[in-house]
């Protein structure tokens, strides 16, 4: 198993960017970094055997970033597994946005509402050095994800992580105080649509992550609902949206008391990220 052998077998298996995940690999297996991988890195003949086991997972469709357990998102790295959604370079949009706001501002407080594996939090803590923040999410594993990011980046004592479903519990009992902002990225695929997405995401992403329920906005109109309480005066609200999604959004926070600051594209020109303020 040489590293030309696994950028053709990624090649024919049809995956996209056979030579940059080739060299991802092979630095995952060989311990080194991937811009010093090149034809003559040498394998070891027990690295090769480990290179053709994560081969048959990655060409099986498992996300390289699942794979090798880890992946950047911002500046960072952020460990990931199965239990949490992988980062994707859209929601960089919205901690943009957010370190904008809090800088501008001077916030003090975040709650990131589906913290998943803390990716969005976990950045503002490491790019704000007085900010605190607050991660909930229903799902135990991910928070023990989270846990887990926010030792590696050394923002634990500034971080605390709650477990809490938004569709059941209290969040007002479950946050020790009101926050200078909320950020989300919550499901916002409609249900049908989720049979459609791609195979990395659909069996490797949790469903709960990705699912909105039948019109992908279930999370958006009870987050409108619940948010205004938890929030200080001249608090702020940034949530990533799906694809279709702003007039809808913002039509829902507006109704429960918010005004819209602001909506942001994406890379692709799609309105990805909406900014609100408490009124
Ligand atoms: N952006 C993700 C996707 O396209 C969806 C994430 C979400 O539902 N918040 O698969």
Redo the contacts with the bound molecule.
């Keep these: 198993m040489t590293y030309q052998d696994i950028i053709s077998a990624l090649s024919e298996a049809h995956i996209p960017s056979p030579r940059l995940e080739a060299r991802l690999l092979v630095a995952a297996v060989c311990r080194i970094n991937p811009n010093d991988v090149n034809a003559t890195t040498s394998i070891t003949p027990v690295q090769a055997k480990q290179l053709s086991t994560l081969l048959q997972q990655r060409i099986a469709h498992k996300p390289l970033d699942k794979i090798v357990g880890h992946r950047e998102f911002y500046k960072y790295d952020f460990k990931v597994t199965e239990d949490v ?1 992988s980062p ?1 370079p ?2 960089e949009i919205m901690l943009e946005a957010a370190l904008e706001i809090i800088k501008k501002q001077g916030l003090k407080s975040v709650a990131d509402f ?1 913290t998943g594996s803390g990716c969005i939090l976990l950045s503002l803590l490491k790019e704000i050095p007085d900010l605190q923040g607050f991660g909930i999410d229903k799902s135990a594993a991910a928070l023990r994800i989270a846990k887990q990011n926010a030792e590696l980046l050394n923002v634990q004592n500034r971080s605390m992580f709650m477990q809490a479903d938004w569709f059941v519990d209290d969040f007002s009992s479950i946050l020790p105080q009101k926050v200078d902002l909320i950020v989300s ?5 409609p249900s049908a649509d989720v049979a459609l ?2 195979d990395e ?1 659909k069996r490797f ?1 949790p469903l709960d ?4 329920g039948e019109d ?1 906005l279930q999370s958006y109109k009870k987050l409108a609902v619940i948010s205004g309480g938890l929030m200080a005066a001249n608090a702020y609200i940034i949530l ?1 949206i ?1 694809i279709k999604q702003a007039q809808k959004v913002q039509s829902i926070f507006e109704t429960c008391g918010f005004n819209c600051l602001k909506i942001i594209k994406d890379l692709a020109g799609i309105e990805r990220c909406l900014i609100f303020v408490k009124k």
Excluded at 185 to 189: F, H, L, R, W
Excluded at 209 to 212: E, P, Q, S, V
């Design positions: 959604l994707r859209d929601t589906g990225n919550p499901p916002y695929i997405l791609d995401v992403d992550a990705l699912d909105g992908g990533e799906g």
